[in-house]
T-cell receptor, first 111, second 112 residues
Framework: ELKVEQNPLFLSMQEGKNYTIYCNYSTTSDRLYWYRQDPGKSLESLFVLLSNGAVKQEGRLMASLDTKARLSTLHITAAVHDLSATYFCAVDLNSGYALNFGKGTSLLVTP | AAGVIQSPRHLIKEKRETATLKCYPIPRHDTVYWYQQGPGQDPQFLISFYEKMQSDKGSIPDRFSAQQFSDYHSELNMSSLELGDSALYFC???????????FGPGTRLTVT
């Protein structure tokens, strides 16, 4: 069974600060995804990471993947209130397979 | 760009009733997935279809069934509804050999 663990599960941070969310998974895979979800809304795709060492950046968010360590990170730089949401990482074994999600990290950015 | 369409967006049913959720994938996408997300939970995979054939099955109760039609839309049929079935139900679609699943807006099912 593929297990995906995120930490922390809850994160309250001040605007302007930096922080990193971690995602570990239990099986060999080089396919990892980050999604954002606002309360009661859909899952918005943020990053698709498909190889060891992949790094992608969009605005204040940067994601990386280390397939040997089975670890992905989502780094937040100079947080702003608009980043408040729940962030999920997910792993699949191949194209067309189900996504296995972590429990999600609920992020609250405060003034 | 066209997105995944789901209907209805909200549905209220009583215990033991049936419900049907519909999903229209992104045009040319060949795989459709259904996920269930309970309050405060992560999405759980239910079932998927590739080219109208069931391709994978997750934690879908026997009371639920699904199919994909010739026009590629999919329906999730839920019978003998229970209070615990109250959740957000997402449909997602993808195209083989490309990566990432694209999620619809979801259907919020409330069972009273």
């Amino acid at each position: 069974e593929l297990k995906v663990e995120q930490n922390p599960l809850f994160l309250s941070m001040q605007e302007g600060k930096n922080y990193t969310i971690y995602c570990n998974y239990s099986t060999t895979s080089d396919r990892l995804y980050w999604y954002r979800q606002d309360p009661g809304k859909s899952l918005e795709s943020l990053f698709v990471l498909l190889s060891n060492g992949a790094v992608k950046q969009e605005g204040r968010l940067m994601a990386s993947l280390d397939t040997k360590a089975r670890l992905s990170t989502l780094h937040i730089t100079a947080a702003v209130h608009d980043l408040s949401a729940t962030y999920f990482c997910a792993v699949d074994l191949n194209s067309g397979y189900a996504l296995n999600f972590g429990k999600g990290t609920s992020l609250l950015v405060t003034p | 760009a066209a997105g995944v369409i789901q209907s209805p967006r909200h549905l209220i049913k009583e215990k033991r009733e049936t419900a049907t959720l519909k999903c229209y994938p992104i045009p040319r996408h060949d795989t459709v997935y259904w996920y269930q997300q309970g309050p405060g939970q992560d999405p759980q995979f239910l079932i998927s279809f590739y080219e109208k054939m069931q391709s994978d099955k997750g934690s879908i109760p026997d009371r639920f069934s699904a199919q994909q039609f010739s026009d590629y839309h999919s329906e999730l049929n839920m019978s003998s509804l229970e209070l615990g079935d109250s959740a957000l139900y997402f449909c997602a679609s993808s195209l083989t050999d490309t990566s990432g699943q694209y999620f619809g807006p979801g259907t919020r099912l409330t069972v009273t």
